[in-house]
């Protein structure tokens, strides 16, 4: 449907000298949408501060406004010759679409330019006037709200979840085009932005289309992905949990959800392709299994029973089993029969599959906390999917009212096995609930989500992280992606052994939040795992690992002061964390019970390696008093006021085949001291949903990226005073959120020919991120907001050329733009 | 170390410490030094750390120094998220001169030569030459920006700069310096200190009318600088002895307090006075003429405070002199018969230049 964009491009502050001899500009202002629409300002003559006043309308159609971005560009009028571009701006229209959001956008932006940062002000107004679509073929999805935060919105209340979505597109890369070689840098970095910005907004126009297909309202925990498959072009990918919510109003009553009687359209989406029979099976399993639930089944209605959010309701979940994953490694030039789309599509669906099969064999019906993460090297790529397995209450959606009273009787039960105690899927050593002493819990529990405040816990939280690395041979191709995918499986267990025997000496339990990276550099593998972990109540207590020496030559002695050492060690995370119980004689010697056998982490002392894995162990963060977390929460901690966001990057130049996992930890702990040293003016805080972010490039250089929030506790509020408070919690503590107002999702690429002038790679990075955020806040100024929720940068690549003095780097951020109330 | 180590927040937050370091011009690795030499909290932190941060500190500074040097945009930049407090904070400091450093900057012309020999500055002032180069630009940028304004000084500067009060009114005077050309760098005139010429600026702009036309507006009215010629009948020979024995007589009334001093006092003033009175009018005289005027501190000098100390006279024996000379003036007979107005210009110009005087003598 046809609708108009009424444009006012006012003015401009602070604009760069790009006339020497008279020290002003002669600037004006093209704006451009779609292919059509153009619109050129007049000149305003030799000022840094010009007026146009400039007020305009663009006829668009509804879908170009989900893909186009608004493209306002400023430039220096030259009689003589071309015009000097001076910088670029765009504008996402979306927010502006959603009924619910803002009505129109007004604000200063910053002038980016890709070579020379930004570059003074200009003022823009943008108001949509739109007829609503009804056609039941039509291309625009609006209407359709995107919410990047993992949870229920604030103010808003779930009516039900309708289905995991889904959508990839792929396109070539410009920079890796024939034309990029005979154009000139800004052109290649803009042209690049374009489609980035465009392809990204077609997955979630697409996405929106199959949301309407069934009948959902909104997308949840959206998370978009950029693969920058290099010469393979370049995919961007999005996941989320399509559902029904609605605003909250005066009273807390929630309507029942509409009764869904018919099957969903069959629409040019692949969403309702074949389900296999297998898993028909399994669904006349699960509902002979569970008789009670009168036939609705969430696990049902979706081919992928996924939810990506990573807080529920309370109530929602009936029991969390444990973290189900899939990897599989990929050639990407295969040649094949189909398509490079479908052949990437056929991955994903092949990996889903795998999650499905591993959640039923869980007896789960449900995965929560999904996600979907891509690591490329050259032609080899691994595809990961992971999530926790869990039940969820059959009743919740259909009894709202009976939700509160039915979370308040059994707050320990979400901690029981879903599974029969004498048809376990896996050897696992269960025990009795420490709280009701009825159901039956496992030793730990991994979960992918946030901590659940149903589940009591004893003490404070800690962050937990696990490394792994592994040097490969220079290869490509099949063999490469053989060798990466033969050790593939060692990985997985080496970091789960490393995060089980961490999580022990710590005295805890359960993780939350629990994340892993793999990175593939040319000679290295590298896995990480973070998360945090804490003591829940229900769970039996930690006993001390064993150390089994098979070998009698070993000195006795030696064993007795390692034994000692773990055991002062876990002494010393008991009494740091508050974990409030003893190491009772007891629990150290009593071992050998047939039960235990299995829960117990064994130590072998076969080589020296195995010793120093010991140490490996005992992680430092007690020592050194610094409280963190990678989740949003910190368990036994209430915070009071946000203090900072920061992003924190690091690139060492290393031959990183003599990178081991001793020198990988000494970096994090450095970064980690580091953010220490900057909040020591501060006495209560905790680095909080601490996320790393590790890339390798070529054979001798590892770039880390550390973002997290420092927030206070148990002090008087510190009230910061800020415009736009950017935080990448899904929330601000102290405040409410009043009004989503849409998602901000920006493409940028920063490249410079002077890095050493501009003080070396870190002045580059340190001036792009804070060129990065000041942009974010313009946009969410612009939409009337005060803050941006669940900001992530989801892309962060640097490459360098130290001897032509160059530096690229290529951003995006998303997150939540909102309006909070303090 | 990496090659990349940087950490970036997205609220401003700013180490004092460090700024006022970075604002004198120490290198990461000098700033490092000193940090660690002033707090003690630190000495257990690795170097690398501190250094670190230190240098994410001067990332800042480097990007915020573009809107340092104009203040008033510091408050629209988007760039950087600074609460109101913090830019007051930090425009103070930035604008925060040395007294000797300024002393000496005042001594020669504004010029881009200048800018390149500060070296010398540097040296002599023990201050570092990055100090006295963000000192000279300040001061160079503040003249620039405020040749474009129109209206009083001080309100311009207060506005475009963002300064506190005593900052703005201490740079209205350095500029008023600057602007005049006035010379300060004569070798006799070296015992004053910059403050000396602040207080003696403020009195001339508090006390002086400005020319009404705005482009100049540090420029003396001229009608106002020729009525000074009018005063020239005070040193005419009908009027000089009879305020000579007017002076004499008011200041042996006020003096009478310890005999053998006061009498020393009243002989060598009784000598002096012709020459002091002479000068004094010849300075009002010739102040119409811009070059006599860029020499009216060295005159000043030269003329009575210089006899004035040969013959050892202390500041209070002085300040009762210039005292008595003022009041007396006005009640010389027949003077205001000859020029109507004398006792008004009179007043303007000698209370201005008395109170100059006596800052002066020290």
């Given at each position: 449907m046809p609708g108009k964009i009424k444009i006012g491009i006012l003015k401009a502050r602070n604009l760069p000298i790009m006339d020497r001899s008279s020290e002003s500009s002669d600037a004006f202002v093209e704006v451009r949408f779609g292919n059509d629409n153009y619109y050129k300002t007049p000149v305003y003559k030799k000022s840094l501060d010009p007026e146009w006043n400039s007020r305009f309308f663009f006829e668009v159609e509804e879908d170009e406004i989900q893909e186009e971005p608004l493209q306002i560009r400023v430039l220096d009028h030259d009689t003589y010759s071309s015009h000097d571009a001076i910088g670029k701006v765009y504008i996402d229209l979306k927010p502006l679409l959603n009924p619910n959001g803002p009505t129109a956008l007004n604000g200063f932006f910053p002038i980016f330019d890709?070579?020379?940062?930004?570059?003074?002000?200009?003022?823009?107004?943008?108001?949509?006037?739109?007829?609503?679509?009804?056609?039941?073929?039509?291309?625009?999805?609006?209407?359709?709200?995107?919410?990047?935060?993992?949870?229920?919105?604030?103010?808003?209340?779930?009516?039900?979840?309708?289905?995991?979505?889904?959508?990839?597109?792929?396109?070539?890369?410009?920079?890796?085009?024939?034309?990029?070689?005979?154009?000139?840098?800004?052109?290649?970095?803009?042209?690049?932005?374009?489609?980035?910005?465009?392809?990204?907004?077609?997955?979630?126009?697409?996405?929106?289309?199959?949301?309407?297909?069934?009948?959902?309202?909104?997308?949840?925990?959206?998370?978009?992905?950029?693969?920058?498959?290099?010469?393979?072009?370049?995919?961007?990918?999005?996941?989320?949990?399509a559902a029904n919510i609605i605003r909250q109003t005066g009273n807390i009553k929630s309507q029942l959800f509409p009764e869904i009687s018919k099957h969903s359209k069959i629409s040019p989406n692949r969403l309702t392709k074949k389900i296999s029979s297998e898993s028909d099976l399994n669904h006349q399993n699960l509902i002979n299994k569970q008789e009670n639930q009168n036939g609705y089944s969430i696990s049902e209605k979706m081919e992928y029973p996924f939810l990506t959010l990573q807080q529920y309701p309370s109530g929602f979940i009936k029991s969390v089993c444990g973290i189900v994953c899939s990897r599989s490694v990929k050639l990407l030039n295969s040649n094949n029969e189909f398509d490079d789309l479908e052949s990437r599509d056929k991955w994903w669906i092949e990996i889903r599959n795998e999650i499905r099969s591993h959640m039923k064999s869980l007896d789960c019906h449900v995965v929560l906390g999904y996600t979907e993460t891509k690591s490329i090297c050259e032609d080899v790529c691994v595809l990961s999917a992971t999530g926790t397995a869990a039940l969820f209450n059959e009743a919740f959606f259909a009894n709202p009212l009976k939700r509160i009273d039915e979370n308040s009787s059994e707050k320990c039960s979400i901690c029981h096995v879903p599974y029969d105690e004498t048809e376990l899927p896996f050897p696992v050593a269960l025990s009795k609930c420490a709280v009701c002493g009825q159901g039956q819990v496992?030793?730990?529990?991994?979960?992918?989500?946030?901590?659940?405040?149903?589940?009591?816990?004893?003490?404070?939280?800690?962050?937990?992280?696990?490394?792994?690395?592994?040097?490969?041979?220079?290869?490509?191709?099949?063999?490469?992606a053989k060798m990466i995918s033969d050790y593939m499986p060692f990985m997985e267990y080496e970091l789960h052994r490393q995060l089980l025997g961490k999580l022990?000496?710590?005295?805890?339990?359960?993780?939350?939040?629990l994340k892993v990276q793999i990175s593939i550099g040319e000679n290295l593998l590298m896995g990480i795992a973070e998360a945090t972990a804490c003591f829940a109540a229900p769970l039996p207590k930690p006993i001390l690992p064993k150390i089994i020496n098979d070998k009698m030559n070993r000195e006795f002695k030696e064993i007795e002061s390692l034994k000692k050492l773990l055991i002062d060690e876990m002494q010393r995370n008991i009494d740091f964390y508050g974990l409030d119980f003893k190491l009772s004689s007891s629990t150290i010697e009593q071992t050998d019970s047939e039960n235990d056998s299995k829960a117990l982490l064994k130590i072998e002392l076969d080589d020296y390696?195995?010793?120093?894995?010991?140490?490996?162990?005992?992680?430092?963060?007690?020592?050194?008093?610094?409280?963190?977390?990678?989740?949003?929460?910190?368990?036994?901690?209430?915070?009071?006021?946000?203090?900072?966001?920061?992003?924190?990057?690091?690139?060492?130049?290393?031959?990183?085949?003599?990178?081991?996992?001793?020198?990988?930890?000494?970096?994090?702990?450095y970064i980690l001291e580091g953010l220490n040293y900057k909040f020591?003016?501060?006495?209560?805080?905790?680095?909080?949903?601490?996320?790393?972010?590790?890339?390798?490039?070529?054979?001798?250089?590892?770039?880390?990226?550390?973002?997290?929030?420092?927030?206070?506790?148990?002090?008087?509020?510190?009230?910061?005073?800020?415009?736009?408070?950017?935080?990448?919690?899904?929330?601000?503590?102290?405040?409410?959120?009043?009004?989503?107002?849409?998602?901000?999702n920006l493409f940028l690429i920063r490249e410079s020919t002077q890095i050493k002038e501009n003080g070396g790679l870190s002045g580059f990075m340190h001036c792009f991120i804070t060129e990065v955020l000041a942009l974010v806040r313009a946009h969410v100024l612009s939409l009337d907001g005060n803050a941006l929720v669940s900001f992530k940068m989801t892309e962060c690549v640097l490459l360098d050329n130290p001897h032509r003095n160059q530096g690229q780097c290529l951003i995006n951020v998303t997150g939540d733009a909102v309006r909070i109330v303090k | 170390?990496?090659?990349?180590?940087?950490?970036?927040?997205?609220?401003?937050?700013?180490?004092?410490?460090?700024?006022?370091?970075?604002?004198?011009?120490?290198?990461?690795?000098?700033?490092?030094?000193?940090?660690?030499?002033?707090?003690?909290?630190?000495?257990?932190?690795?170097?690398?750390?501190?250094?670190?941060?230190?240098?994410?500190?001067?990332?800042?500074?480097?990007?915020?120094?573009q809107y340092l040097q104009i203040p008033c945009r510091l408050r629209e930049q988007l760039m950087f998220q600074v609460s109101e407090e913090m830019i007051e904070k930090l425009v103070q400091c930035y604008y925060q001169y040395n007294p000797y450093v300024m002393r000496e900057i005042l001594n020669h012309k504004l010029t881009h030569k200048q800018r390149k020999d500060l070296d010398d500055i540097a040296d002599k002032t023990e201050t570092r030459v990055r100090s006295c180069r963000r000192q000279f630009d300040n001061l160079r940028q503040i003249i620039r920006i405020l040749d474009d304004l129109k209206g009083p000084i001080l309100r311009n500067i207060e506005e475009y700069f963002c300064l506190p009060r005593s900052l703005a009114e201490d740079y209205t005077a350095i500029v008023f310096l600057a602007r005049n050309q006035f010379d300060l760098s004569k070798r006799?005139?070296?015992?004053?200190?910059?403050?000396?010429?602040?207080?003696?600026?403020?009195?001339?702009?508090?006390?002086?009318?400005?020319?009404?036309?705005?482009?100049?507006?540090?420029?003396?009215?001229?009608?106002?600088?020729?009525?000074?010629?009018?005063?020239?009948?005070?040193?005419?020979?009908?009027?000089?002895?009879?305020?000579?024995?007017?002076?004499?007589?008011?200041?042996?009334?006020?003096?009478?307090?310890?005999?053998?001093?006061?009498?020393?006092?009243?002989?060598?003033?009784?000598?002096?006075?012709?020459?002091?009175?002479?000068?004094?009018?010849?300075?009002?005289?010739?102040?119409?003429?811009?070059?006599?005027?860029?020499?009216?501190?060295?005159?000043?000098?030269?003329?009575?405070?210089?006899?004035?100390?040969?013959?050892?006279?202390?500041?209070?024996?002085?300040?009762?002199?210039?005292?008595?000379?003022r009041k007396k003036a006005h009640l010389v007979p027949d003077i205001s018969k000859e020029y109507p107005k004398f006792s008004h210009t009179f007043d303007k110009y000698f209370t201005t230049i008395s109170n100059c005087i006596i800052q002066m003598y020290h």
């Open positions: 890709t070579l020379h940062g930004i570059r003074g002000d200009i003022k823009v107004q943008a108001r949509l006037e739109i007829l609503s679509d009804c056609n039941e073929y039509r291309k625009s999805s609006s209407g359709v709200q995107f919410f990047t935060s993992s949870r229920i919105p604030e103010g808003y209340v779930l009516q039900n979840f309708c289905g995991f979505v889904e959508e990839m597109v792929l396109n070539d890369d410009p920079e890796y085009q024939w034309i990029d070689k005979i154009r000139a840098p800004r052109a290649s970095n803009e042209a690049r932005q374009k489609l980035f910005t465009k392809l990204s907004g077609e997955v979630q126009r697409r996405i929106g289309l199959k949301v309407l297909d069934i009948e959902a309202n909104c997308v949840l925990g959206y998370q978009q992905y950029f693969d920058l498959e290099g010469e393979f072009g370049i995919v961007v990918r999005g996941i989320g949990t496992p030793d730990v529990i991994f979960t992918s989500i946030q901590p659940l405040p149903e589940i009591e816990t004893i003490g404070r939280g800690s962050l937990i992280k696990a490394i792994v690395s592994r040097p490969r041979k220079k290869s490509s191709g099949e063999i490469s022990k000496i710590k005295g805890m339990n359960m993780l939350y939040g390696r195995e010793k120093e894995n010991i140490y490996q162990l005992m992680d430092s963060a007690a020592k050194k008093n610094i409280l963190a977390c990678s989740t949003e929460y910190m368990p036994g901690i209430e915070f009071n006021s946000n203090l900072q966001m920061f992003t924190s990057i690091y690139r060492c130049e290393a031959k990183l085949v003599q990178m081991n996992i001793k020198k990988f930890n000494e970096i994090f702990d020591r003016k501060y006495k209560n805080y905790v680095l909080a949903n601490l996320s790393t972010d590790t890339s390798l490039f070529d054979d001798d250089h590892a770039m880390i990226i550390l973002t997290g929030s420092c927030l206070t506790y148990g002090e008087s509020n510190i009230d910061i005073k800020n415009n736009v408070e950017i935080t990448n919690l899904s929330y601000v503590p102290n405040a409410r959120i009043e009004r989503y107002l849409g998602l901000v | 170390m990496g090659t990349v180590d940087v950490c970036i927040g997205n609220n401003l937050i700013i180490d004092f410490d460090i700024f006022s370091l970075w604002i004198d011009g120490f290198t990461i690795e000098q700033c490092k030094t000193e940090i660690v030499k002033k707090d003690l909290s630190v000495r257990n932190c690795k170097e690398t750390i501190i250094f670190r941060d230190i240098m994410d500190n001067y990332h800042n500074f480097n990007r915020l120094e006799k005139l070296s015992y004053l200190v910059l403050d000396d010429f602040i207080y003696c600026a403020n009195q001339m702009i508090s006390n002086w009318p400005m020319s009404n036309s705005f482009e100049h507006d540090s420029d003396f009215n001229r009608d106002f600088l020729l009525s000074f010629k009018e005063l020239k009948i005070l040193s005419e020979k009908e009027f000089i002895d009879e305020h000579k024995r007017l002076v004499l007589h008011g200041m042996a009334k006020v003096l009478n307090n310890n005999m053998t001093k006061d009498c020393r006092c009243l002989i060598l003033f009784d000598e002096l006075f012709k020459d002091l009175s002479r000068s004094l009018i010849d300075i009002a005289y010739s102040l119409n003429h811009s070059k006599d005027m860029k020499d009216l501190f060295f005159d000043l000098f030269e003329r009575f405070i210089e006899p004035c100390k040969d013959v050892k006279l202390i500041r209070n024996e002085v300040t009762i002199f210039l005292d008595e000379y």
